[in-house]
Structures are given as C-alpha cells and as structure tokens.
Nanobody, 116 residues
Framework: VQLQASGGGLVQAGGSLRLSCVVS????????TGWFRQAPGKEREFVAR????????YYADSVKGRFTISRDNAKNTVYLQMNSLKPEDTAVYIC??????????WGQGTQVTVSS
C-alpha cells in the first residue's frame, strides 16, 4: 500500500488549502482513511478521519468547523479541505489507512505553513 500526499504550501492566516492523498494498493471505499499532523518538536496528532461504512467523519476539536475530510472513490483519493487556517495549523500533514482500529499504512506527508 502506498499513499502520496500533496497540496501543502505556504498560506496566510485565514486562507485555505486542499490536501490530496492518492492511495494505491488499497481501495479507499473499503478502508478507513485519515489525516494526522506533526509540528516541529511535537507528537503526531489526529486531525480527521472518514469511515468506509457510511462515510462518517470525525475531527479533532481544534479543526472542527474549519476542516473537511472527503474522498473520491473513483480516484481512490482522500482530501482534506482546510479553511480559516491559523498559524498553529502549521505542520507536516500525513495521510493514513486504517485496518480495524489500527492505522497500518502511512504516507510521507506534505508541509503546510501558515503565516500570521
């Protein structure tokens, strides 16, 4: 299984970015997928996930109402739409695929930098 994330960049506070994660070797319609982030000197933290059954979505409190996770089954791709970005959202964003309750495949990450 391989995950290729893209879409990161430098944006001013209040701006938007859309991250993409193309998955190969696994069908996103039959696997839970999600996004995590890791800022310098901090531990990796959960951002959002979408379940393969019913496409239920879950978010960290810090991004709820600003970020939206979605997927395109035809493209086997998961997205993270990020609006109203804040400097504290600066991090490497990493997509992952879940088996049961374990995240067992990870992408390489894409850098998001939000300037104040």
């Amino acid at each position: 299984v391989q995950l290729q994330a893209s879409g990161g960049g430098l944006v001013q506070a209040g701006g938007s970015l859309r991250l993409s994660c193309v998955v190969s070797g696994r069908t996103v319609s039959s696997a839970g997928t999600g996004w995590f982030r890791q800022a310098p000197g901090k531990e990796r933290e959960f951002v959002a996930r979408i379940s393969w059954i019913g496409s239920s979505t879950y978010y960290a409190d810090s991004v709820k109402g600003r970020f939206t996770i979605s997927r395109d089954n035809a493209k086997n791709t998961v997205y993270l739409q990020m609006n109203s970005l804040k400097p504290e959202d600066t991090a490497v964003y990493i997509c992952a695929v879940r088996s049961g309750s374990s995240w067992d495949h990870w992408g390489q990450g894409t850098q998001v930098t939000v300037s104040s």
